[in-house]
């Protein structure tokens, strides 16, 4: 009724929005042209936030060079879109009028959360039980209700449910099956009032442990291997496979498998090893240099700076400085250490002439690089100065050594923890993807070089990533799948669900929603001088319509919003005085 009935010199703009906000059309006169514009906003998956829209409504009327209008807000008034209302003001000349399209809901079962958990009922991504949470938010008790759980598209188990409103419930699922690669869970409830949160879907990351390779002497000079090996049994998050190789087995296929190479104490190789090693780095594989006796006679150009001779520091030695890490890639790490390096003392060290390309992790007090990293193509490498022996270094002895070289091996992997689900609104990193999916690491060295990415998308369209971007916006809900172009390789799977916060159907008072939004001071947008009022409509005839599309996740309130554009309920009379502050 609004658009239909504006008047000559009078304009009037859309706009829609979920946790952002779009215009999806701009102040005009052209009754026609807006209506055509209200008939192409669809419900989203997005969560809810007031503030986006009625900050995009106040940019649109002072664009447009209004000094007064009127923002009419239709919503059926969710609680959970207020919370990003205190820090957005509107001018003191433009009113806010509110119409709300609730009305009751019925029974609600949404699930809330899934996740899993190990026998001890803790949050693990090695956990073998799904633990999940469904609650009522309707207004209405749900009986005779059902959740159903399927693993790759087959339909395993099933559950009863009986909630009474507002009521909550948690299910403990066994999942029965071998994660040796992605699986896909999709929970599902029966049909109630909403749709959109009667599904849940996730993609469980395989239960594969990290593959790291130690490469040494066949009677190595210290016990450094020994060292490593122990620090690494004990890495959880992710689990470690260890193997041990000798400098002469190293080729291709030897590493085929491998994540991460540790080359302790041992001269770096020359021939085909040599190749075999700068590939293994350039396709995505991480390597870690103990470097500490001879190294041979080149120094990789994927190595970190370029290695000197050996240092002494006295009998009292040299602290570390785990907090010099200067904010790049490694820093991650590096200050998760805490004060678990504090006790460290080095006698002996390689000095290391770093370039401004390289990361310092670790110092020494002196100031000389004692953990130093390097990006190499798709791969990472990292070089520790000191031999991990008690003659050069007690760094091996203390309590800070197995969490070190743990988040030095997460680094090195390029291992990361991938959610099991996104909210849709998110972004996927699909580099991380890649990095934890069965077969799929030469999707790392295929991104670093740029190598074109086509996503399925849940509804069925395909987009095409921009060549080198490995960062996926997610809007729809549903599962995505991301292909390389050239063919090769696994899928990589996404699973997106509607924020959760969208279920919560508490509504709030047309007229508090109208208080909560505060009034900037007129003085601050004072007209300058010699500047002319817009000399095309009368000052206070501007009309704004913001239509919420965001709220409509279910065919219900969907159908509301419909109503609306024949003919909707009159607005709560609650309007800010003009100057009032908030």
């Known amino acids: 009724d609004r658009i239909n009935n504006l008047e000559q010199g ?33 419900p989203g998956s997005n969560g809810t936030r007031f503030g986006a829209g009625l900050a995009q409504a106040g940019r649109v009327l002072n664009e447009g060079s209004a000094r007064a209008g009127t923002v009419l807000l239709i919503s059926d008034l ?19 009028e509110v119409v709300s399209v609730s ?3 019925g029974a609600n079962a949404a699930i809330m959360s899934a996740r899993l958990v190990d026998g001890t009922g803790l949050p693990s991504d090695l956990g073998t039980d799904l633990e999940v949470v469904i609650r009522n938010t309707g207004d209405a008790g749900l009986q005779a209700g059902e959740l159903s759980l399927e693993l790759d598209g087959r339909r395993v188990e099933s559950r009863p449910l009986d909630l009474a409103a507002g009521e909550s419930q948690t299910l403990l699922l066994p999942l029965s099956v071998a994660r040796d690669r992605p699986l896909g869970v999709r929970l599902k409830l029966s049909t109630d009032a909403l749709v959109a949160d009667n599904t849940h879907d996730l993609i469980l990351p395989p239960r594969r442990a990290l593959r790291v390779a130690l490469i040494e002497a066949a009677q190595p000079v210290t016990a450094g291997g020994l060292y490593l090996a122990e620090a690494l049994r004990l890495a959880r998050l992710p689990d470690v496979s260890l193997q041990r190789l000798r400098p002469g087995s190293l080729n291709r296929a030897a590493v ?3 994540q991460v190479i540790i080359w302790n104490d041992v001269a770096l190789p020359s021939g085909p090893a040599a190749e075999s090693l700068s590939a293994f780095v350039a396709g995505g594989g991480g390597l870690l240099v103990v470097a500490a006796r001879d190294m041979g006679s080149a120094w990789p150009d994927y190595l ?16 570390v400085l785990t907090n010099e890490a200067s904010g790049g890639s490694t820093s991650a790490f590096a200050w998760d250490m805490g004060t678990a390096l504090d006790a460290v003392r080095v006698w002996a060290y390689r000095s290391l002439e770093t370039t401004v390309t390289d990361q310092v992790a670790i110092r020494l007090e002196d100031g000389a690089p004692l953990l130093a990293a390097r990006e190499h193509g798709a791969g990472r490498t990292m070089v520790l100065t000191s031999a991990l022996d008690t003659g050069w270094n007690s760094l091996p002895l203390e309590p800070g050594f197995p969490l070190l070289l743990q988040a030095a091996i997460r680094w090195l ?24 999916t069965p077969g799929a690491a030469d999707w790392l060295s295929h991104l670093a070089e740029q190598g074109e990415v086509v996503v399925e998308l849940p509804g069925g369209d395909a987009r095409r990533l921009p060549a080198g971007l490995a960062l996926l916006p997610v809007t729809e809900v549903g599962i995505y799948e ?13 699973a997106v669900n509607a924020d959760r916060s969208e279920s919560m159907l508490d509504t709030l008072d047309a007229a508090d929603l109208v208080r909560g939004v505060g009034r900037r001071s007129s003085s601050a947008f004072a007209e300058p001088t010699g500047s002319e009022p817009d000399a095309v409509s009368p000052v206070g005839l501007y009309l704004l319509v ?34 009032a502050a908030r």
Request: aromatic share 2%; charged share 15%.
């Open 256 to 258: 085929s498998d491998t």
């Open 413 to 436: 992997g390029n291992w990361t923890q991938v959610p099991g689900a996104y909210l849709s609104g998110s972004v996927v990193d699909v580099r991380a993807l890649a990095a934890v």
């Open 304 to 319: 970190p700076g370029q290695i000197g001779p050996r240092r002494s520091t006295g009998a009292d030695g040299l602290s």
């Open 546 to 579: 913001a239509a919420l599309a965001l709220l409509l996740l279910e065919s219900a309130i969907s159908n509301r919003l419909s109503v609306g554009r024949g003919h909707l309920p009159d607005p709560v009379p609650t309007t800010n005085p003009a100057g």
């Open 10 to 42: 009078q304009r009037a703009a859309l706009v829609a929005f979920d946790d952002r906000a779009e215009v999806v059309h701009a102040l005009t006169g052209d009754t026609a042209a807006l209506r055509s514009a209200l008939d192409t906003i669809q």
């Open 103 to 105: 009305g009751p809901v």
């Open 78 to 96: 969710q609680a959970s879109g207020a919370t990003d209302l205190d820090a957005l003001s509107l001018d003191p000349e433009v009113t806010l």
């Open 482 to 494: 991301a292909h390389r172009g050239d063919g090769l390789g696994p899928a990589l799977r996404v």
